[in-house]
């Protein structure tokens, strides 16, 4: 059975950082690439950072400078170090496991960014 737990979500200030973690099971880790989505209110799904298998570490533009995603494969953990975090970067943040055959999502974790 296959399971992406994410957690590190919560509510902070702008300005401030959190890190999100995203630990998988039942899958070979280090045969998928790896990638954060993020959900806001009335908006579709999009990418905020991928590490794929063997390419280039890609993130949003909104998002470049400020966060850094990182992958453990001994932890089988994927990471979204968040930094001066904007009220614009609230949403559900997802973990995403894909290979050129599958794909599988996380419950998501809410990032919520106010003063």
């Known amino acids: 059975q296959v399971q992406l737990v994410e957690s590190g979500g919560g509510l902070v200030q702008p300005g401030e950082s959190l890190r999100l973690s995203c630990a998988a099971s039942?899958?070979?880790?280090?045969?998928?690439?790896m990638g954060w989505y993020r959900q806001a209110p009335g908006k579709q799904r999009e990418l905020v950072a991928i590490?794929?298998?063997?390419?280039?570490?890609d993130y949003a533009d909104s998002v470049k400078g400020r966060f850094t995603i990182s992958r453990d494969n001994a932890k089988n953990t994927v990471y979204l170090q968040m930094n001066s975090l904007k009220p614009e970067d609230t949403a559900v943040y997802y973990c995403?496991?894909?290979?050129?055959?599958?794909?599988?999502w996380g419950q998501g974790t809410q990032v919520t960014v106010s003063s």
């Open positions: 995403n496991a894909k290979n050129q055959f599958l794909g599988y």
């Open positions: 039942g899958i070979s880790f280090r045969l998928y690439s």
């Open positions: 590490t794929p298998l063997g390419g280039n570490i």
